[in-house]
């Protein structure tokens, strides 16, 4: 079974500034038959479902703002928030599709400094 | 647009059951594999179970294996989860997800609440 591990598990960061968060994967997630890393980011409010913002590891959802990017491949990824706003206050999951049942990181909470 | 939505969920005491469904539209229903996901309070994401377009292919999280049933309707667009021998451990808000598939896009629901209580 895949294991996604994250870090860190929180992290505060003042508004404007970058927040970057780390998921690595305990298998390679890079598909051999398209050359896409089957891995998505989501970010999750409370009280609410996950919302997809970034999947094959970099391409982001529409309507997600354009300061969230992602990148990595094989087994290290990483979000990066490249400029935080207050709405950006959640709980963000890396997870990967790879496996018939994925497997998620286990959160990291970003909150403002 | 896609739309899931889940229903079935509820109160009730460890050793009960409760058959969750999710009606989907928007989208070609048997063309993807269907997921639950959940997650318990305070918690994280857990994948319970998934099926393959034809439902002949289902796999399940070992914590559930032998007391909860995937299954799926294709004329019906419907995605069920029968759950039996409930626990306190699987108190959580139950999603059901659309798959990724050729897209990259993976679509959920709003969830539905699970309590196991006595």
């Known amino acids: 079974d895949i294991v996604m591990t994250q870090s860190p598990d929180s992290l505060a960061v003042s508004l404007g500034e970058r927040a970057t968060i780390n998921c690595r994967s305990s298998?390679?997630?890079?598909?051999?038959?398209?050359?896409?890393?089957?891995l998505a980011w989501y970010q999750q409010k409370p009280g609410q479902p996950p919302k997809l913002l970034i999947y094959?590891?970099?391409t982001r959802e529409s309507g997600v703002p354009d300061r969230f990017s992602g990148s990595g491949s094989g087994t290290d990824f990483t979000l990066t928030i490249s400029s935080l706003q207050a709405e950006d206050v959640a709980v963000y999951y890396c997870?990967?599709?790879?496996?018939?049942?994925?497997?998620f990181g286990q959160g990291t909470k970003v909150e403002i400094k | 647009e896609v739309h899931l939505v889940e229903s079935g969920g509820g109160l009730v005491q460890p050793g009960g059951s409760l058959r969750l469904s999710c009606a989907a539209s928007g989208f070609a229903f048997s063309s993807y594999w269907m997921i639950w996901v959940r997650q318990a309070p305070g918690k994280g994401l857990e994948c319970v179970a998934s099926?393959?377009?034809?439902?002949?292919?289902?796999y399940y999280v070992d914590s559930v294996r032998g007391r909860f049933t995937i299954s799926r309707d294709n004329a019906k667009n419907s995605l069920y989860l029968e759950m039996n021998s409930l626990r306190v451990e699987d108190t959580a808000v139950y999603y059901c997800v659309r798959d990724h598939a050729g897209s990259g896009v993976a679509s959920w629901g709003q969830g539905t609440l699970v309590a196991v209580s006595s």
């Open positions: 298998q390679s997630v890079l598909s051999s038959s398209n050359n896409k890393n089957f």
């Open positions: 094959w590891a970099s």
């Open positions: 099926m393959n377009e034809d439902g002949r292919r289902k």
């Open positions: 997870q990967e599709y790879y496996s018939t049942l994925w497997a």
